[in-house]
């Protein structure tokens, strides 16, 4: 008997301290929820401040020559630097053949998320780059279409 009593004391320490360590995580945890809270406040603040921002400018848009779009629409996927997820995404257009700018431009978002292996970090990156450029996801590029047919005949040519 007297055993027991005397392991129920040795005990009695290591639950005072785990009921110690208890109070100080469940007010660790209030404070987070406190400070996640006032994350998504600034969060909000801070799109609203963007948004206020936007509509107000008074700058033009840039605005680029036939050629110029020409150029960059040019550009092979392997010389542009997206970010990030640049191999990734390098690694996805180069399976789903898309080689140039302009062949990526005519996607839709819709259409670039169902390609395997490409989140929506990568997606968020090519969206930022071609912006950079601007440029957008889902364009309508009458010539495109054609220089798209003339490679895929150039490239069946070369394999044969």
Not at 18 to 35: G, T
Not at 40 to 45: A, F, N, S
Not at 78 to 88: K, M, V
Request: glycine share 2%; aromatic share 6%.
């Amino acid at each position: 008997m007297n055993n027991i009593i005397q392991t129920k004391n040795d005990y009695n320490p290591d639950i005072e301290r785990l009921v110690e360590e208890n109070k100080f995580l469940k007010q660790k945890m209030l404070n987070d929820v406190h400070l996640r809270n006032e994350f998504k406040h600034l969060k909000k603040t801070m799109t609203d401040l963007v948004v206020k921002n936007n509509q107000t400018s008074k700058r033009p848009k840039r605005t680029m020559t036939d050629v110029e779009y020409e150029k960059i629409l040019n550009t092979p996927i392997a010389s542009i630097d997206f970010g990030e997820n640049n191999t990734r995404i390098q690694n996805v257009l180069k399976f789903q053949d898309i080689t140039t700018v302009a062949e990526l431009v005519v996607l839709t978002k819709g259409q670039c998320m169902k390609f395997r292996h490409l989140g929506k970090h990568a997606l968020f990156d090519i969206v930022a780059y071609l912006e950079t450029k601007v440029l957008c996801l889902g364009m309508e590029v009458s010539w495109v279409e054609q220089y798209v047919k003339q490679e895929n005949e150039k490239h069946k040519r070369l394999r044969l």
